[in-house]
């Protein structure tokens, strides 16, 4: 896909004729009129998604008046670090305890439920055994129920067994990922070789070790892709923990926001911290794409390869 | 769901049977327990959080509160009702209503958002190949927003006093459009849904494009076909499983809506209790304490899901074929 400059393409004539000319994929000239209308609708697309966070980033520096008062869209007077103090002192600095107990959700929540879905999608990839298809299918069957669908019948469960309004009853549920352990078969499937299996097998390893010396180091690209779903898919978390909890020092930062903007009295007064807590919780979800980017696309990649 | 396996599992066996063929592995060996050991955390989670939750809700929803006294006096009992609670929730408007508005709402901004993030994967895989990694990264930051920070973001654009649309409308001397209103409060929550899942459904279709052989358009070229209809006559049955795949999970997504209408609450008096299933649902479970009642809209609403994403796949992989 390597662009072939305007120039050459037109004043060589004989990459006009024969099959060469035809290598070259039509519109490679970024800058052809037909190109233009495209790009400019890429350049449109991406205003329209990066303006609300740069709108985001812009008003967490604002008092409350000049969120209404200023220009949306550039700075007024330089108020981010009043913002952040009031942010992490509101109420005993609750703030910052949602976000400790978001990092331990997502942490936790996240890294169990890999080890969970690795051992399993392991397990199906690797040994013929009865009722392999069974499990399988209910693994599949499982990744059609959006956690949605699962959290109030799981509340209902919870709170008949006396743990809803506990950290369990948040972390829990996210162990399961029935995603994960799919990633996992396909990546198993395609990475750990059965003569690399035989072999061990055939030096005295047993199957335990087998799993943790040889399959394991090969999978963790694939985990790495798996704990980042479920680390995003629990951070982005809201409607579990909101029916689940009802202490404030247990609430995920998204469902502390949610409390703030909810209550109507203080919501004039609240404006700028809930402006400004967003922009903190979005930070290291943004942060974790952009520095872990091959792993969300080889996630994806499955996903389109194999759905 | 067995020929879902078979499908998927296809591919890999010829390479799996030979290599085992080659290395004659026992069936009844020593190792005949290990895949059960591996895979019992799983099972253990799977049941406690996902089989039994559901035992538990659809055993409740038999069940219903009754006043013995009929004057409300005595203590409430609860009492076997049987399937009373199914019958009631298919016949609940507050339930119909909601169904109705989020198949409104998917038959609209499914396809929307579908074209969207095909323009811009095919745009990115054929025509516009510089800046590629500046455009995907701007596509897919939005998925990484919160869903209820990216409700609380767009609410902030759709009140007037601070929205910058407004703003900007009202130097340019327009009168800006009310996005709170009951006609156009859907498509405000349409728009959030759009910024938040174009980007993961573009990587997506993105991703399957990629992955075509380039020598699969060299033919094409030499027979004279132009790049739309390379587009339409290659790429786009080559990564029909992609697009089935984002199509299923924003169908369930849509079916699912809560977030966005939730916080959008605190700025409009549109969202009634009812405005999507899931509102309706928590409403009666949480708001009003009705477990009984709750965990049947729960199970229908469960229902309606599986049913909904089987019959899709079921009629998209005949289109396959």
Do not use: C
């Amino acid at each position: 896909m390597a662009t072939v400059p305007a120039d050459i393409r037109e004043t060589t004539p004989e990459l006009k004729v024969g099959s060469e000319r035809r290598e070259v994929p039509i519109g490679t000239r970024i800058w052809a009129p037909k190109n233009l209308i495209g790009l400019g609708f890429l350049v449109v697309m991406s205003i329209y998604f990066l303006t609300p966070l740069y709108w985001l980033a812009i008003a967490a520096t604002k008092d409350n008046t000049d969120l209404s008062a200023s220009v949306g869209l550039w700075f007024a007077h330089f108020n981010l670090f009043t913002n952040l103090g009031d942010l992490f002192t509101r109420q005993d600095g609750v703030y910052g305890r949602w976000l400790f107990n978001t990092v331990l959700y997502a942490v936790v929540g996240g890294g169990a439920s890999t080890l969970i879905s690795v051992l399993a999608g392991y397990a199906l990839a690797k040994y013929r055994f009865l009722g392999s298809g069974l499990v399988y299918g209910l693994v599949l069957g499982a990744a059609l129920v959006p956690p949605t669908t699962l959290a109030l019948p799981v509340y209902l469960l919870e709170s008949k067994l006396g743990f809803a309004n506990t950290y369990w009853a948040v972390l829990l549920p996210t162990l399961l990922s029935p995603f994960g352990v799919f990633l996992t078969r396909i990546y198993a499937n395609a990475s750990v070789s059965d003569d690399l299996i035989a072999a061990a097998r055939v030096d005295g390893a047993n199957e335990l070790r087998i799993f943790w010396s040889i399959a394991v180091p090969i999978l963790v690209p694939g985990m790495i892709t798996i704990f980042l779903f479920q680390f995003v898919a629990i951070w982005n978390s809201f409607f579990l923990p909101l029916i689940v909890l009802s202490d404030p020092n247990l609430f995920p930062v998204n469902l502390g926001l949610a409390t703030w903007s909810f209550d109507p009295a203080a919501h004039e007064l609240l404006t700028r911290l809930i402006v400004t807590g967003s922009l903190v919780a979005v930070l290291p979800v943004i942060a974790i794409f952009l520095l872990l980017q091959r792993y969300w696309r080889a996630g994806l990649s499955f996903g389109s390869v194999t759905g | 769901m067995a020929t879902e396996t078979e499908r998927l599992t296809a591919p890999p066996a010829p390479r799996a049977a030979a290599a085992r063929a080659s290395n004659p592995r026992p069936r009844l060996s020593l190792s005949g327990i290990w895949p059960y050991v591996f895979l019992l955390p799983f099972l253990l989670v799977f049941i406690a959080f996902f089989v039994a939750p559901f035992v538990y809700d659809i055993s409740q929803s038999f069940y219903a509160e009754k006043h013995a006294g009929g004057l409300g006096l005595a203590p409430p009992k609860v009492v076997w009702v049987g399937f009373d609670n199914y019958l009631q929730a298919i016949k609940d408007p507050g339930f119909r209503d909601g169904l109705g508005r989020v198949l409104l709402f998917g038959l609209i901004q499914i396809p929307i958002m579908m074209g969207l993030a095909l323009g811009i994967a095919l745009l990115m895989d054929s025509a516009i190949t510089r800046f590629r990694r500046f455009f995907r990264l701007a596509a897919f930051i939005p998925y990484a927003v919160p869903g209820i920070v990216a409700a609380i973001l767009w609410s902030f654009f759709y009140t007037p006093t601070i929205s910058p649309i407004t703003q900007a409308l009202q130097s340019l001397h327009l009168q800006a459009p009310d996005f709170l209103g009951p006609s156009t409060i859907l498509w405000s929550i349409g728009n959030i849904s759009t910024w938040e899942f174009t980007g993961y459904n573009m990587l997506i279709f993105f991703a399957a494009l990629q992955a075509i052989p380039q020598e699969l358009y060299e033919s094409a070229r030499i027979d004279g076909l132009n790049e739309v209809a390379i587009a339409r006559r290659i790429k786009l049955p080559l990564i029909s499983p992609a697009l089935r795949l984002g199509l299923l999970f924003s169908l369930i997504g849509t079916l699912q809506l809560f977030n966005e209408p939730e916080i959008l609450k605190n700025v409009s008096g549109a969202i009634t209790p009812t405005f999507t299933p899931n509102i309706f649902a928590y409403n009666i479970a949480i708001i009003q304490t009705n477990f009984y009642y709750g965990g049947a809209i729960a199970a229908i609403l469960g229902a309606i899901t599986f049913i909904f994403s089987f019959v899709f796949m079921r009629f998209t992989q005949g289109n396959q074929r």
